[in-house]
């Protein structure tokens, strides 16, 4: 559409030169059509860099979740915490694979499967600690 938009100004121009007083106003609406293009682009830079920087910094949670958690399984029994560390080890493979998959159907089954690992993590702790059922997210929310 550029292009050919691009083509059709430089054709109307051969059909029909600008005058001298013409011209200067173009050069005004030129350098005004310019200054907002370059508005815009700074604009949509601007957002794109501060996405990047939350998700990073969501990753960067989880993660520092993930490690507090697989340090914790030490306070359990043997089998227990074998038991959480694989859990771990698997809700973590999934957890990386959704950051970097990019089909939404699939997004959705890591997603669900994280869920159910996060349940099964929960389940395995609790049995050993008495607390009242319950679900534990340890995913951070964000796009």
Known sequence: MLWFSAHLGAFAQKLR?????????FGIVQAAIFTLLGLLIGFTL???IDMF???????????????TEYLRADLLADPDAARVRELLRNYLSRRILFYTVRDVAQLRQIDASSFHLQGELWSAVQARSGVLPAVVDLTVSGP
């Open 17 to 25: 030169p600008l005058k001298e007083e013409e011209r200067a106003v």
């Open 53 to 67: 920087d939350q998700r990073r910094s969501y990753e960067v949670a989880e993660a520092n979740a993930v490690r």
């Open 46 to 48: 601007s957002v794109a």
